[in-house]
């Protein structure tokens, strides 16, 4: 059974820093892209970055220049080094990889920032 368990989250305050881990096990395929998705409250989720196995990242606008995604092949985990965080990136971010034919998520986990 796959499973994705993310890391890291908790309270920090604005300006601060913070990185997230995800682990993928359960899986004995190649795992091509990962990648992390927030949802704040009241709004719909978004992603926030994304990692293919072998190509460039991508990132949403709002995080470029702060956020930096990149990821351990050999232990199937992704991580999101988070800096100059702003109270309005408050939201549960979610880690997901395509796996075969489905799509997996973690749980989540909570990123509160404080003003």
């Known amino acids: 059974q796959v499973r994705m368990v993310e890391s890291g989250g908790g309270l920090v305050q604005a300006g601060g820093s913070l990185r997230l881990s995800c682990a993928a096990s359960?899986?004995?395929?190649?795992?091509?892209?990962m990648g992390w998705y927030r949802q704040a409250p009241g709004k719909q989720r978004e992603m926030v970055a994304g990692i293919p196995s072998g190509g460039n990242t991508n990132y949403a606008d709002s995080v470029k220049g702060r956020f930096t995604i990149f990821r351990d092949v050999s232990k199937n985990t992704v991580y999101l080094q988070m800096n100059r965080l702003q109270p309005e990136a408050t939201a549960n971010y979610y880690c997901?990889?395509?796996?075969?034919?489905?799509?997996?998520w973690g749980q989540g986990t909570q990123v509160p920032v404080s003003s």
């Open positions: 997901t990889a395509p796996i075969g034919s489905l799509r997996f």
């Open positions: 359960g899986t004995s395929l190649d795992i091509n892209a």
